[in-house]
Nanobody
Framework: VQLVESGGGSVQAGGSLRLSCRAA????????MGWVRQVPGKEREGVAT???????TYADSVKGRFTISQGSARSPLYLEMNSLKPEDTAMYYC?????????????????WGQGTQVTVSS
């Protein structure tokens, strides 16, 4: 499975970015997919997940600001990020979980992309 993220960058607080993740070599389209972020020296944080029915979950820190979605055949995976805050600065990874059911815990991610950096300045 290959997951390739894109769309990261630098933006001022209040701005928006849209992350994309393309999957290749992935046939188990029924598994949960999602986004995880990590700041150096801190624990990974599950940001958002989406299952094969399109049901979504979000971390409290991003609810109302971020939207996860998916294309046909569940690729690409998107993360629309609005009203960005400096505390959203992190490396963002897309991932495929081991389960059909979604968890915001990054421990359930079986396959990872290489990450895309998001930097939000105040």
């Amino acid at each position: 499975v290959q997951l390739v993220e894109s769309g990261g960058g630098s933006v001022q607080a209040g701005g928006s970015l849209r992350l994309s993740c393309r999957a290749a070599g992935y046939s188990r389209t029924s598994n949960c997919m999602g986004w995880v972020r990590q700041v150096p020296g801190k624990e990974r944080e599950g940001v958002a997940t989406i299952d094969s029915y399109g049901r979504t979950t979000y971390a409290d820190s991003v609810k109302g600001r971020f939207t996860i979605s998916q294309g046909s055949a569940r690729s690409p995976l998107y993360l629309e990020m609005n009203s960005l805050k400096p505390e959203d600065t992190a490396m963002y990874y897309c991932g495929v979980q081991v389960s059909l059911y979604c968890y915001l815990d990054s421990a359930y991610v079986a396959y990872w992309g290489q990450g895309t950096q998001v930097t939000v300045s105040s």
